[in-house]
């Protein structure tokens, strides 16, 4: 579930990636804190360096 966030969503083009909010409530998460939190512990590392290292943001 974690790994769909790095996707993006089809309405959006990818230089262009939705907030964490829309994101993990769109893959059932209640709040971006457990997305972040959730990500972080699977990952290693959080959504926004991970993207930055993706050369995204």
Same mark, same amino acid.
Request: proline share 13%.
């Given at each position: 579930m974690?790994?769909? $966030?790095l %996707? +993006? $969503? +089809?309405a $959006? +083009?990818a230089?262009?990636? #939705? +907030?964490?909010d829309?994101?993990?409530?769109?893959?059932?998460? #209640?709040?971006?804190?457990?997305?972040?939190t959730?990500?972080r %512990?699977? $990952?290693?590392?959080?959504?926004?360096r991970?993207l930055?290292?993706?050369?995204?943001r």
């Open positions: 974690v790994l769909d $966030l %996707r +993006p $969503l +089809p $959006l +083009p230089e262009a990636p #939705a +907030p964490v829309g994101r993990a409530r769109a893959v059932g998460y #209640a709040t971006a804190g457990a997305f972040h959730a990500f %512990r699977t $990952l290693g590392t959080t959504p926004s991970c930055r290292e993706r050369g995204i």
